[in-house]
């Protein structure tokens, strides 16, 4: 709503779980009047009609050197590989909003029996496109950037990219559900979409 | 079209202007120049739009020629520059000729030095802005820092080339401040009294690792309250954040957009010019302010910013 009907001296707005930050010019207007705007727009949030879900599909090549931490999940959680997989492609994940880098969505939820804490120390580097779990979100990181997600795979589909016009393939609202590929399958869509 | 070639990059130099704000919603931060306020000095002192696209250069500058001469200044640290041999001063309009070298050496100062040019530097704007964003390789010149032989593109100019130079007065006002002025943070209150007074009564010390996304804290360690924990919101420019082990990082213009880590303080908009001065092992303390006094320090130095008077010739 505060997209579509901008409010001025708005610039940014940043939205999490259950909050959004809003970052206003302090030059024009004060904490006191943007709480009064925003009052305004809460009032009718019940009324605004939501674009249709879109369903987006992601290809994964789940563990071997793609899921550095697929074993150990599989271990801790008591359940064969196999049922891993079949646990994490099982359900249709929200979007519930994009932060942290440009493209990464924060997804839920992950079935109970897969919920998993972050990684104690976090990698100073995991691999763009890297699909990860933590607590009961998942993810796909779309750069290679430092990360505590306990990393399950790696998809060869690109989550955020400056010269496309829908610049993330995810939207906050967008429905996901992850499609388990072989590692073959991996590199040829890899080639197909670089 | 003029062109400068990049003889030697420095340590770490891109092209920034003053960032894409407004798509926090695609996790996208405004990135933008560390040192705002010396970039647009610098752009007016050449005359262009205060926004124009300049180079950012970090504790070590490069050197670069340009073949059809340029109108240039430096602003912000003093990385010691000379134009062939002689040397120039910071905060003044001067004219490189045809064929003539510019170059930098370390920082005598603070952490980055801009080079603004006649014109700007003109690159493909990434969500209307050319500021480089080098986590995702976005924006600026190939998304990426500098490098040996690159040859950027002057933007157009019209109007004269007449020297212009910032008053000694402005410059003095406009000092990096090593004592950071903060506003209490959204979980100020998940730190118990004994934790808030460590934070505002200790220095700290700038860690090496420190970049365009965080600025690492090193010192004494701000313990929480309770071991609860933050469901993941947005975070914004200058929020000090609390991680586990209690060291605080303040988020910079490169930051993440969201985070589940505590803040404890906000650093005020009127000193975020002076966190892109901080250099690894600079000490910083912390002073609180309310969010009025916040706002008139701001108000003043937009004022001071914007003054006609300091452009003379």
Known sequence: ????????????????????????????????????????????????????????????????????????????????????????????YLVYFLGFVPGFAYLGELPEALVTPRLAAPRRRVPAGSVGIAGNQTGVYPFATPGGWRLLGRTPAKMFQADRDELSLLSIGDRVRFVPISAERFGALEKEWT | MDVILVREPGLFTTVQDLGREGFGPMGVSPSGAADAVSLRFGNRLVGNAEGAAGLEMTLLGGTFAFPDGAVLTLTGSDFGATLDTKSVQLWTAFEAKPGQTLKLGPTQTGAR?????????????????????????????????????????????????????????????????????????????????????????????????????????????????????????????????????????????????????????????????????????????????????????????????ASEELLFE
Request: aromatic fraction near 6%.
């Open chain 1, 1 to 92: 709503m505060l997209q579509q009907e901008a409010v001025a001296g708005v610039r940014n707005l940043h939205p999490g779980y259950c909050s959004l930050l809003v970052k206003f010019d302090a030059l024009r207007m004060r904490h006191e009047d943007v709480e009064a705007i925003l009052r305004q727009y809460l009032e009718r949030l019940e009324k605004i009609e939501l674009p249709d879900a879109r369903l987006v599909e992601i290809p994964v090549c789940y563990g071997g050197e793609f899921g550095p931490d697929f074993t150990e999940v599989a271990a801790l959680r008591g359940m064969t590989a196999k049922q891993v997989i079949e646990l994490h492609a099982s359900v249709e």
């Open chain 2, 113 to 305: 030095c801009y080079l603004c040019v006649r014109g700007g530097i003109e690159v493909k704007a990434f969500l209307g802005s050319a500021s480089t964003h080098i986590l995702g390789g976005l924006g600026g010149f190939e998304g990426r820092a500098l490098r040996k032989g690159d040859v950027l593109t002057i933007g157009a100019s019209s109007g004269s080339a007449r020297k212009r130079k910032l008053s000694a007065r402005v410059v003095k006002g406009m000092q990096p401040r090593k004592i950071l002025r903060v506003t209490p943070g959204p979980q100020d209150d998940w730190f118990p009294e004994a934790s808030r007074r460590v934070f505002y009564e200790s220095a700290y010390r700038v860690a090496e690792e420190t970049n365009r996304m965080g600025i690492r804290l090193q010192g004494a360690s701000v313990a929480k309250a309770t071991e609860g924990e933050l469901t993941s919101e947005g975070v914004s420019l200058g929020a000090v954040q609390v991680p586990e082990g209690g060291l605080p990082i303040i988020l910079f213009v490169e930051q993440q957009t969201t985070g589940g880590y505590p803040k404890i303080a906000n650093v005020i908009s009127a000193d975020f010019h002076s966190l892109g001065q901080l250099r690894p092992r600079d000490e910083v303390r912390f002073e609180r302010v309310d969010w009025e006094t916040a706002r008139n320090l701001l108000r003043e130095q937009e004022q001071l910013q």
